[in-house]
């Protein structure tokens, strides 16, 4: 059989993540240390997993609702209206997805027609223009820069917009960057898009994790912006639940009521035991999401200041939790320096452009990792800088 020719063309163009590649590599490679994935190292909360065994205890493990439990959903609600003081309905404006990438390719294919153009900031996380052209779409990256911290300028957004374009990804706290987009700035873009049918993506997954006085504005909360934007979230990073596939988008309900539909016959409803203790993650667990980001806070110093140390210019990020230095300075591709440095210190890294074009000559760096396995791998790259520079 020709499987070439049965075989999607769209699917088969499409490139494997570049993150999951370094991230196999590492798991082949003896006594390696792993600074490659966005993961936390803590547990989900105990009152998280209590529930969980109480649920499967009961036998509670039936359908939900497919825009998920209304329990939750009202807790999601009451959420965000205490994080982005934005109020959604329950009943109609919110649907509880299988992790934030769900309600990412939900919120895409909801929008996009053939040939619609997907304003997507680069480097960023790398489904976003995979899904693009999945929905027969066409991805433009617009670079950000570090001489601008890495943010979205309202001017590079404006010289990317065309007659087709149809939504904008805005991806912040930003993954791989560590960028944060604040109020001001915010402020900047809206104005941009005022007037316009131009839809926002957008991805608040790294909200709690975002440090310095100034806490996270979503551009939902900017005047004009909530009946154009989709807010996606989810309990992956901030409650340590990743193993768990639990996600959610805030819209109007015109916009869920259609994201529903594929929800539907692509989903079904998210995992029910899931659902049942992310209720218990959004009431009673906010002081464990404040020990994890005051965790992330020490660790995003040390390890900022360490590779800046070890020579290599360094952005200090004010969100997530990733560093995104510049390689630049060793004459080095990124894929070069990363596959050089797994193969003779046994340290992995992910390419910077593994993120978008833009990314080439940086590194994405995870600091979701303990201070011990951060301070061996900083020793060991700083071997590496050494006989690389002999």
Known sequence: M???????KKV???????????????????????????EPDFKSPWEVRKEAVHILEQGRTTYTANAGLVELRRAI??????????????DNQIVVTVGGSEAIDLAIRALVDTGDEVLVPQPSFVCYSPIVKLAN?????????????FKLTAEA?????????????LPFPNNPTGAVMRKADLEQIAEVLRGTNIAVISDEIYSELTYGKEKHTSIAEIDGMEERTIVINGFSKAYAMTGWRLGFAAAPKDIITQMLK?????????????????????????????????EYDMRRKLIVN???????ECFEPEG???????IKSTGMTSLEFCEKLIQSHKVAVVPGDAFGAGGEGFIRISYAYSLEHIMTALERMGHFLKEIKQ
């Not at 779409?137 to 911290?149: F, S």
């Not at 360490?306 to 290599?312: A, H």
């Not at 997530?320 to 510049?326: D, G, L, Q, R, V």
């Open 137 to 149: 779409g066409v991805p433009v990256p617009i670079e950000t820069k570090a001489e601008d911290n």
């Open 12 to 38: 088969q163009d499409l490139e494997f993540s570049g993150i999951r590649k370094f991230f196999d590599i590492a798991a082949s490679v003896k006594d390696v240390i792993s600074l490659s994935v966005g």
């Open 157 to 169: 957004l404006k010289a990317h917009i065309t007659p087709r374009t149809k939504a904008l990804v």
């Open 77 to 90: 609600s009451d959420y965000l209206y205490s994080r982005i003081n934005t109020r959604y309905n329950p």
């Open 2 to 8: 020709d499987y070439s020719n049965i075989l999607s």
């Open 320 to 326: 997530a939790f990733y560093i995104f230095p510049s």
């Open 262 to 294: 594929i929800h539907q016959y692509a989903i079904m409803s998210s995992p029910t035991v899931s659902q049942f203790a992310a209720i218990v993650a959004l009431t009673e667990c906010d002081k464990d999401i404040e020990y994890m980001r005051t």
């Open 306 to 312: 360490g590779v800046r140390e070890l020579g290599l």
